[in-house]
């Protein structure tokens, strides 16, 4: 029998400990989270900048404009308007500024970018521009001490349209796009992804968070986003990799650790049917780990990519070590695994015997495309995020929808449910569902009221295809979510 309810919406904790559902008016009223040290004293953070002497100083001017309030976005369903940016001050909310340290700039030459249409290939151009940008890091490690909180990464316009393929929207740099299908492959591939590549480097070379930044950013151009919204964003993710945490769950156990698994494509010789195993760890405390899994070969016969026992087991072996070494040698009291596809036998083994001394095990196999949409009797509104419908092991759960603290829905279309089946259950249906929707709130990434997928899903993609360039470039990245975003 179905039974249906509605979930209350998640708070988050914000500057001493005080609380608001919404990010922006969290940070706007009480101020970010706090530094890993909990200090509430402002912060001026010192950024590296590698780009042209041009993109250099837009970057420059551009950062002058976000010191200054920015009006938010006009709502047209309901005429309210999104909560104004207030300017990026020590003085201001968010407590921090930045200031681009002139001796951690490594300037590439104007002539780099002039002698690109000499490289015939376009591939040839993407790999001489890496080069260029590894040396650079190199540089910057060696000649900066201290060491710059974060290096920002304004991208030349005309590199990127020399750099990018032709007729594509968007200003993303790809070198190959990946493919899931196994086929024979012609030698290695160097790289895929410009932005990815870059990710790598920086770790490499001096274990540098960055922050890259497109023409249309710092020109506040025509896109989806607003100019309000880029500066919220940007100020959210610039706080995390540079700072701390701006806001975390407050109302999530401590003693429970959340596990997304997902898999991504290893940069292999020959053929393409290497998968590896990634769990992305959410503890409270906020910090987003990542743990790489062992490299197996596919049965391309198969839908999806499937764990063995050992494989299953060892990830989250490698899971629970990670937790020991976080909470003084205490194991998790529950664990709650999330994937996008079904549970096999030998993986639900696997993870069984990991966790045998973990008193309460969740394990959910979360659909993002569950067919259903659903539209209240005699509303206007869609149905209200938080909604959730439920029996014994099969959910649906709104994530997205009307918000009330918004007065609104901010989606494009009508929104659709999450369905969830659970393989294992030992706690309730409303605790699976109240923790699902706090973790949509969860993505430092950008300022928004909530994402659709738990950040356990949602940046898997994201995660996983950075660490497929690290594996290329004999690479091991650190387990902080902060050098992959």
């Known amino acids: 029998m179905k039974t249906s309810t509605l979930i209350k919406e998640p708070n988050l904790y914000f500057r001493g400990n005080k609380s608001a559902a919404d990010p922006k008016i969290g940070i706007l009223n009480f101020g970010p989270y706090g530094s890993e040290i909990k200090d509430d004293t402002p912060r001026i953070i010192r950024a590296g900048v590698i780009g042209t002497k041009r993109s250099y100083l837009e ?61 015939l290939n376009r591939k040839d151009r993407v790999l001489k521009m890496l080069e260029v940008y590894e040396q650079k890091f190199k540089d910057l490690a060696e000649t900066s001490d201290p060491k710059p909180d974060i290096v920002l990464l304004p991208l030349d316009e ?24 196994p086929r024979r492959l012609k030698g290695d591939i160097p790289v895929f992804d410009f932005h990815h590549a870059l990710k790598i480097m920086a770790f490499k070379y001096g274990s540098f968070t960055t922050q890259l930044l497109l023409p249309r950013t710092l020109n506040f151009g025509q896109g989806t986003q607003d100019p309000a919204t880029i ?47 990634m769990a992305q760890v959410y503890l409270k ?21 499937r764990l063995n026992e050992e494989h299953a087991f060892d990830i989250l072996q490698d899971v629970i070590h990670l937790y020991k070494r976080q909470k003084d040698g205490r194991i998790p009291k529950r664990m709650v695994i999330h994937k996008t596809s079904s549970f096999t036998n030998e993986e639900i083994t696997g993870f069984n015997n990991a966790t045998d001394k973990i ?17 209240p009797k005699g509303e206007s ?30 989606g494009p279309s009508v929104p659709a449910p999450l369905f969830i089946k ?10 699976i569902a109240k ?51």
């Open 59 to 119: 970057l420059q001017s551009w950062l002058e404009k976000i010191k200054l309030r920015i009006p938010g976005a006009l709502n047209k369903d309901n005429k309210t308007r999104d909560p104004d940016f207030p300017g990026l001050q020590v003085e201001g909310p968010f407590k921090f500024d930045i200031q681009l340290d002139s001796s951690c700039f490594e300037e590439i030459p104007e002539e780099h970018i002039r002698n690109l249409p000499n490289v």
């Open 158 to 181: 005309k590199m990127i349209s020399l750099c990018k393929e032709k007729g594509l929207l968007g200003d993303r740099i790809v070198y190959e796009h990946r493919s899931f299908k």
């Open 231 to 277: 500066a919220w964003n940007f100020a959210v993710s610039t706080y995390y990799k540079a700072t701390g945490i701006p806001w975390k769950l407050a109302e999530i156990d401590d003693e429970t650790c959340y596990v997304g698994l997902s898999f991504y494509q290893e940069l292999s010789k020959g053929e393409r049917n290497m998968r590896a195993s």
């Open 285 to 305: 405390t906020g910090e987003s780990q990542v743990i790489r899994g062992k490299p197996f070969k596919w049965d391309e016969k198969t839908m999806h990519p």
């Open 359 to 375: 008193e309460i095990v969740d394990y959910l196999h979360i659909h993002e495309h569950s067919g259903i949409m659903m539209l």
């Open 381 to 410: 509104y869609p149905a209200i995020r938080g909604t959730f419908i439920y029996d014994q092991n099969e959910f649906l759960l709104y994530t997205t929808g009307y918000v009330p603290a918004l007065d609104t829905y901010k």
């Open 422 to 431: 659970a393989h294992r259950l030992d706690t309730t249906p409303e605790i």
């Open 435 to 485: 923790d699902i929707l706090a973790l949509t709130k969860l993505d430092w990434n950008n300022s928004y009221f909530n994402t659709r997928m738990p950040v356990t899903i949602s940046v898997s993609q994201r995660v996983g295809s950075i660490l497929s360039e690290s594996s290329a470039r004999n690479v091991t990245l650190p387990t902080s979510y902060r050098y992959f975003m």
